[in-house]
Nanobody, 124 residues
């Protein structure tokens, strides 16, 4: 079983920065790709960024390219994935979810394990 736990988040002014962290904890977690999705108010959950277990394969949603950076660190029992968010905009306001899966994909269905979500609010 894999446990996914997010931390970070909160309220920030437009143009500001935040960093989210997520631990994927479990015996085989170090083999998993990790990703961030988000769900804006009243909208469907959408892909933000993903990274392979090795860190050498990343993908971003067009809406965050050049502003967000995903990175990963690994040890024998867990992956920790980070999402550095710069130049934040009000439209980045959402609940952000971390997920773990076997492949770095933009598809929600490719991820087996999900965190509980953390709120990011960007004020204008």
């Amino acid at each position: 079983q894999v446990q996914v736990v997010e931390s970070g988040g909160g309220l920030v002014q437009a143009g500001g920065s935040l960093r989210l962290s997520c631990e994927g904890i479990g015996r085989t977690t170090s083999d998993y790709a990790m990703a961030w999705f988000r769900q804006p108010p009243g909208k469907e959950r959408e892909f933000v960024a993903t990274i392979s277990w090795s860190g050498d394969n990343t993908k971003y949603a067009d809406s965050v390219k050049g502003r967000f950076t995903i990175s990963i660190s690994r040890d024998n029992v867990k992956n920790t994935v980070y999402l550095q968010m710069n130049s934040l905009k009000p439209e980045d306001t959402a609940v952000y979810y971390c997920a773990a899966g076997w492949h770095p994909s933009s598809l929600i269905t490719e991820y087996d394990y999900w965190g509980q979500g953390t709120q990011i609010t960007v004020s204008s």
